[in-house]
T-cell receptor, first 112, second 114 residues
Framework: KQEVTQIPAALSVPEGENLVLNCSFT??????LQWFRQDPGKGLTSLLL?????REQTSGRLNASLDKSSGRSTLYIAASQPGDSATYLC???????????FGKGTRLHILP | DAGVIQSPRHEVTEMGQEVTLRCKPI?????LFWYRQTMMRGLELLIY????????DSGMPEDRFSAKMPNASFSTLKIQPSEPRDSAVYFC????????????FGPGTRLTVT
């Protein structure tokens, strides 16, 4: 059974710093890996999607990487801003049954 | 487009009552997903539809839960009878056939069962 884990559960970082959020998964038979952002009281917003054949995707200050062999993905945020404060979730889409498995998220707080 | 619309935004009900959550997907989207989010279990997929047809309902926790999509612009998730452990935030999301994994989420319905 696929398990998606995000550690730490919460993170506080001073504004302007670069940071990395981690996502690990136990079953490497994934179709893709997505990173989402969730603001308090809101739904999820898709940030980046990495296909299993890709190694990374970039959007603005965000860069997501994928290493299937080690079962890891990272989300790199450059020059963090207070507006980046949110919960970030990763989700793996499984090959065998098209099920999407979410991590529980990392709650990020950027200190002004 | 207004995005995915869910109603109500908040629902408080007593154990044993029937609860109906509603969702209007983005116009033109082919897929509709229902999720449940709790602190303990995180975000879980309950069921999804393709062109109004339920494709996978293996995430529906038990027979008390049912979902329908009578047309392309409306879906309901019903819990009957409700129990305190059903308390959670329920999200609806939709996506297109061309990009099925780019899901657009609604704001969610926070359900509290007392």
């Amino acid at each position: 059974k696929q398990e998606v884990t995000q550690i730490p559960a919460a993170l506080s970082v001073p504004e302007g710093e670069n940071l990395v959020l981690n996502c690990s998964f136990t079953d490497s038979a994934i179709y893709n890996l997505q990173w989402f952002r969730q603001d308090p009281g809101k739904g999820l917003t898709s940030l980046l999607l990495i296909q299993s054949s890709q190694r990374e995707q970039t959007s603005g200050r965000l860069n997501a990487s994928l290493d299937k062999s080690s079962g890891r993905s990272t989300l790199y945020i450059a020059a963090s801003q207070p507006g980046d404060s949110a919960t970030y979730l990763c989700a793996a889409l499984m090959n065998r049954d098209d099920k999407i498995i979410f991590g529980k998220g990392t709650r990020l707080h950027i200190l002004p | 487009d207004a995005g995915v619309i869910q109603s109500p935004r908040h629902e408080v009900t007593e154990m044993g009552q029937e609860v109906t959550l509603r969702c209007k997907p983005i116009s033109g989207h082919d897929y509709l997903f229902w999720y449940r989010q709790t602190m303990m279990r995180g975000l879980e997929l309950l069921i999804y539809f393709n062109n109004n047809v339920p494709i996978d309902d293996s995430g529906m926790p038990e027979d008390r839960f049912s979902a329908k999509m009578p047309n392309a612009s409306f879906s309901t998730l019903k819990i009957q009878p409700s129990e305190p452990r059903d308390s959670a935030v329920y999200f609806c999301a939709s996506s297109t056939r061309q990009r099925p994994y780019e899901q657009y989420f609604g704001p969610g319905t926070r359900l509290t069962v007392t």
